[in-house]
């Protein structure tokens, strides 16, 4: 008696062309990642739906978050302010009536104006009021240090002999004297190999959020800015630790927006923002620009997230 013969099993023998197995791999991966994409998102806003039930409003949340990335008093900075304005207004680089002008309308800032013009053996200090100010004057500090980042480093190399092309050079624009003839030109503190070794080992692993260069490469107002507190911190002894720990605290008055939105993944993997290690935090994977819009996209649907970002001007 015959067998009648079975279609699908006819299928099964034929052999199955190569193109078809990869495609049918790609489509299986594809699908494997997102899910896993919409897994984690779905985690993530869980997440928040509860955070938000510690708050009164959406509004409330975001001032929890801010209030621990910005602390309403502001924060005390390791170094202190010396006869560092002083030697700024010496130097040409920063002219006492521009500055006076610029600040004209920010109290805080304008009360900073007096440690231009006379040495104190206060602590820097940051905060919403005089964010403006401390930017611009560490700008100022980096821009006009004689130091061979700026001479030897990626702005020389990038700049191809030219570094007065870059926004932290070109967009300076408060000074008695041009920016080329200030750049690197005063060494208004004195570093030992070793420092000098430690301010570059710094700098090499702190990005910032506008952009994708560590401060090796201050190319920008906060580049320049970090690479010149990290100059003073370490002439003062300041250890590498609450080095990194003040340049965090300055990139978050900074860029409130993106730390802020970087504290709230952060809590997400259940890490309270006290406890994220500086050093981290500071990294490319979470301050450079990439990094910080890889975070933003996370944690997008975060209500009442209306915090200002930061940027690049005087």
Same mark, same amino acid.
Not at 110 to 130: P, Q, R, V
Not at 132 to 144: D, K, P, Q, R
């Given at each position: 008696?015959?067998?009648?013969?079975?279609?699908?099993?006819?299928?099964?023998?034929?052999?199955?062309?190569?193109?078809?197995?990869?495609?049918?791999?790609?489509?299986?991966?594809?699908?494997?990642?997102?899910?896993?994409?919409?897994?984690?998102?779905?985690?993530?806003?869980?997440?928040?739906?509860?955070?938000?039930?510690?708050?009164?409003?959406?509004?409330?949340?975001?001032?929890?978050?801010?209030?621990?990335?910005?602390?309403?008093?502001?924060?005390?900075?390791? =170094?202190?302010? /010396?006869?560092?304005?002083? &030697? #700024?207004?010496?130097?040409?680089?920063?002219?006492?009536? @521009?500055?006076? $002008?610029?600040?004209?309308?920010?109290?805080?800032?304008?009360?900073?104006?007096?440690?231009?013009?006379?040495?104190?053996?206060?602590?820097?200090?940051?905060?919403?009021?005089?964010?403006?100010?401390?930017?611009?004057?560490?700008?100022?500090?980096?821009?006009?240090?004689?130091?061979?980042?700026?001479?030897?480093?990626?702005?020389?190399?990038?700049?191809?002999?030219?570094?007065?092309?870059?926004?932290?050079?070109?967009?300076?624009?408060?000074?008695?004297?041009?920016?080329?003839? =200030?750049?690197? /030109?005063?060494?208004?503190? &004195? #570093?030992?190999?070793?420092?000098?070794?430690?301010?570059? @080992?710094?700098? $090499?692993?702190?990005?910032?959020?506008?952009?994708?260069?560590?401060?090796?490469?201050?190319?920008?107002?906060?580049?320049?800015?970090?690479?010149?507190?990290?100059?003073?911190?370490?002439?003062?002894?300041?250890?590498?630790?609450?080095?990194?720990?003040?340049?965090?605290?300055?990139?978050?008055?900074?860029?409130?927006?993106?730390?802020?939105?970087?504290?709230?993944?952060?809590?997400?993997?259940?890490?309270?923002?006290?406890?994220?290690?500086?050093?981290?935090?500071?990294?490319?994977?979470?301050? /450079?620009?990439?990094?910080?819009?890889?975070?933003?996209?996370?944690?997008?649907?975060?209500?009442?997230?209306?915090?200002?970002?930061?940027?690049?001007?005087?």
């Amino acid at each position: 008696m015959l067998k009648r013969s079975i279609p699908w099993k006819k299928a099964c023998a034929k052999a199955i062309p190569l193109w078809m197995v990869i495609l049918l791999m790609a489509y299986s991966v594809m699908a494997s990642s997102l899910i896993e994409y919409y897994i984690l998102k779905r985690n993530f806003n869980d997440h928040i739906i509860k955070l938000a039930k510690t708050a009164k409003n959406p509004d409330e949340l975001v001032q929890i978050l801010k209030q621990q990335v910005l602390p309403q008093k502001g924060y005390v900075l390791g =170094v202190t302010l /010396s006869d560092i304005g002083s &030697k #700024l207004l010496e130097s040409g680089v920063i002219d006492k009536q @521009k500055y006076e $002008q610029l600040f004209v309308n920010e109290k805080m800032s304008k009360d900073m104006m007096k440690y231009l013009t006379a040495s104190s053996k206060d602590h820097m200090m940051i905060n919403e009021g005089n964010a403006h100010f401390m930017v611009n004057t560490l700008w100022a500090f980096g821009l006009v240090n004689k130091n061979k980042i700026l001479e030897e480093g990626s702005m020389a190399t990038y700049g191809k002999g030219n570094p007065m092309t870059y926004a932290s050079t070109g967009g300076w624009t408060l000074g008695q004297r041009s920016t080329r003839e =200030v750049y690197s /030109s005063k060494e208004l503190i &004195k #570093l030992s190999t070793k420092q000098q070794e430690l301010v570059e @080992k710094i700098a $090499q692993n702190v990005f910032r959020p506008c952009c994708n260069n560590s401060t090796e490469f201050p190319d920008c107002n906060h580049g320049m800015a970090a690479l010149g507190y990290i100059e003073i911190a370490v002439s003062q002894g300041i250890s590498e630790k609450q080095i990194y720990k003040d340049i965090l605290m300055l990139n978050s008055f900074w860029f409130p927006k993106q730390y802020v939105e970087l504290a709230a993944y952060m809590n997400k993997q259940k890490i309270e923002w006290k406890h994220v290690d500086p050093k981290r935090a500071l990294s490319a994977e979470y301050s /450079s620009a990439a990094g910080s819009q890889k975070i933003s996209l996370a944690v997008q649907n975060l209500p009442g997230f209306n915090i200002r970002g930061g940027g690049c001007s005087t």
